[in-house]
């Protein structure tokens, strides 16, 4: 089974047993959160109408973390303006365990 789910704007190509690491979600470690499902099938190669919700897609949310850091440097030449700003991103890394057909 192979489902493309939808999460913080960014689409992904999953399987059951996958770890993934995503945008934050608003869920307590160990809790079980459904995705949004764009397409899925099976080892066959039988799709899923989505459009009618038919693909199911649950996940474990396993921990949450933080990325690496980004450092961000602006310059404006013959300015003397300089920025350093630096970020990380808020990660929640999610196991895949199950992808159904309604």
């Known amino acids: ?3 493309i789910i939808e999460t913080g704007g ?7 047993g996958q770890d993934l690491q995503v945008e934050k979600l608003e869920a307590k470690a160990g809790d079980t ?12 190669g039988t799709s899923a109408d ?6 199911k897609v649950t996940a474990q949310v396993v921990k949450h973390l933080r990325g690496p850091k980004i450092r961000v440097f602006k310059k404006r030449p013959k300015k003397g303006y300089e920025r350093t700003i630096g970020h990380r991103q808020d ?3 999610i196991k895949i365990t199950d992808i159904q057909f309604a």
């Open 33 to 44: 959160v459904e995705l949004k499902v764009l397409w899925a099938a099976d080892e066959e």
């Open 50 to 55: 989505t459009k009618a919700n038919t693909a």
């Open 10 to 16: 960014k689409q992904y190509w999953v399987k059951p």
């Open 91 to 93: 990660l929640t890394q």
């Open 1 to 3: 089974m192979y489902a």
